[in-house]
């Protein structure tokens, strides 16, 4: 009787400490994951920031103007909306 008691005691132990290691793994994993979204999240926004930026810096970027490119009538410049020399037409964004 000792002997089925000893051996349902340390099957609870076993069972106790591989429930908190894959507890502990699985927290670790998410924990992992979230830092690993929030850095790659992070470096994206840089990126677009340090384009806009570079955009800024030279003035704009002149696209051609479409149905969901349109121009900004609220940017003031004389140079918002050029033609090319092949009769393309461009807006300053």
Known sequence: MKSKTCNLLILLLWTVAVASSMAWNLYSIRDHNQRLIQNIGQAFFRE???TRLW????????????????????????????????????TKI
């Open 55 to 90: 955009n800024a810096g030279h003035g704009g970027v002149y696209v051609p103007i479409t149905e969901e490119t349109r121009p900004n009538p609220y940017l003031k410049d004389e140079e918002r909306d050029i033609i090319t020399v092949d009769g393309m037409r461009l």
């Open 48 to 50: 677009i920031e340090t």
